[in-house]
């Protein structure tokens, strides 16, 4: 017994789960948008591709991350669809419910008619009240009157308000059918969609066996040069310790120092007492002179220390803001080559530790969050722009030109520059996340929906 009622609790707990997790209706219709529109930015993309006489890396990836997008919006499609389910399936309980209630409600009602009419007689009525017992029972026996009266007014008002809410749920369960409907020839037409990206992708692919050699020696370029970018930013992170460490060896060499320096004339004005007592003036004025000394040291190791709070907070502060894994775009575009391994046609396989963004030539490219310019400059043929926030490092490269320098303060949207062409000549901008071990970060992680 004690394990029937376990397993239902348990299934009870599971049931509510599940629908807490399901997405809201509002929140599928949105994730639909932005695939239709993710979808469309990448139809666009591989448009212009069109006409060229070599297949690249990008367009195989472009047609790739177009199919995973379509697979998500069936996906999304099919929540909706069991959502709209779920809610025939409440509303068809709920007029059931409501049928049964009116049909208790019209039983109550008739009995209550019939007995009045029985007793419509206002002999039977003016008989019941004067053969009360008493003045107080002829009065409860006037309020009973009144409180049956009221009781039929109110069976009355009662069947009312359930017809008009059964209509309107009938007329919810009708809307919700054809939104089924509607949805149902959404999911086949986007099944249709997926099938004509998938004979797209074995187009492309059967193409690129053809550049097999090239699209290696791409590949390799592309992972050698995301290597260049990790190497610079782990160079940047050694040198910003090694840097803290000897700022931190000065500092403890001079307070090591300065309280050499103030015992030593402690020890001083010590000796001279001993020996000058019949000069207490002289003492007392060394002894102020020393104090001074004392007070100034001081100031300074504490002024040196409230600094060094400072800058800690303001790194704390900094990677605080950048977990908050609301990060704007560096530019507007749609991801062509995604983070991590991707399929660069056929048996090749790519490795990414950033994402490629497709846009024009010459786009400005902004700053994903508040911080300082590490580096600007060039890494191996490229230009680059690393960007420090606390813990983290932003980095951007594919760059045709720089407007920031090295040390520059930066917020969130300035422009650091303008974008160049990816390997294949096309219009990209590579963007990466680093922590500060100098392990890639998935971007789209950190990233704002758009």
């Known amino acids: 017994m004690k394990k029937t009622q376990l397993l239902l609790i348990a299934c009870f707990l599971i049931t509510v789960f599940a629908k807490a997790q399901m997405p809201t209706k509002n929140e599928l219709q949105k994730k639909e948008s932005e695939l239709k529109k993710e979808i469309a930015e990448l139809t666009g993309k591989l448009g212009s591709y069109k006409g060229r006489t070599e297949i690249s890396i990008r367009e195989a990836a472009t047609i790739q991350r177009k199919i995973e997008a379509r697979e998500e919006l069936v996906n999304n499609i099919n929540k909706q669809v069991r959502s709209i389910d779920e809610t025939i399936y409440q509303n068809e309980r709920d007029i059931y419910r409501m049928n049964k209630e009116m049909g208790v409600l019209k039983t109550q009602y008739a009995q209550n008619l019939v007995f009045a009419y029985k007793n419509r007689s206002s002999y039977q009525y003016l008989n019941f009240l004067f053969s009360a017992t008493s003045f107080n029972d002829a009065l409860k026996r006037m309020t009973y009157l009144k409180s049956y009266r009221k ?113 030593g004339q402690q020890v001083k004005i010590v000796a001279i007492t001993k020996i000058n007592t019949k000069s207490p003036a002289a003492t007392s004025k060394l002894f102020t002179s020393t104090s001074k000394t004392s007070e100034t040291t001081a100031y300074k190791t504490n002024e040196k220390n409230t600094g060094k709070l400072e800058l800690i907070d303001k790194v704390e502060i900094e990677s605080r803001k950048f977990e908050l894994r609301h990060l704007k775009w560096p530019s507007n575009g749609p991801v062509i080559i995604p983070f991590g391994k991707y399929n660069a046609g056929g048996q090749m396989i790519g490795y990414s530790e950033g994402v490629e963004i497709a846009i024009p030539e010459g786009s400005n490219v902004a700053c994903v969050a508040d911080g300082k310019v590490s580096f600007a400059g060039d890494v191996n043929g490229e230009q680059v722009i690393i960007v420090k926030h606390g813990k983290y490092y932003t980095s951007y490269s594919h760059l045709s030109s720089l407007n920031v320098s090295k040390g520059q303060d930066v917020n969130a949207g300035t422009v650091l520059g303008k974008s160049g062409t990816g390997f294949d000549g096309q219009g990209s901008l590579y963007f990466m996340i680093n922590n500060d071990k100098g392990i890639a970060l998935n971007p789209k992680d950190w990233l704002r929906d758009r």
């Open 151 to 263: 009781l039929r007014e109110t069976q009355v008002d009662n069947i009312v308000k359930t017809q008009n809410l059964l209509q309107q749920k009938m007329g919810s369960l009708a809307a919700n059918k054809q939104e089924q409907t509607v949805t149902l020839q959404n999911q086949q037409v986007e099944l249709q969609n997926l099938e004509k990206d998938k004979k797209e992708k074995d187009r492309i692919v059967s193409e690129l066996k053809s550049q097999e050699k090239q699209i290696s020696a791409q590949l390799k370029r592309k992972e050698k040069q995301s290597q260049a970018i990790r190497d610079a930013i782990v160079a940047i992170i050694r040198r910003g310790e090694a840097e803290a460490a000897h700022k931190e060896k000065i500092i403890k060499s001079k307070e090591v120092a300065d309280a050499k320096k103030i015992k």
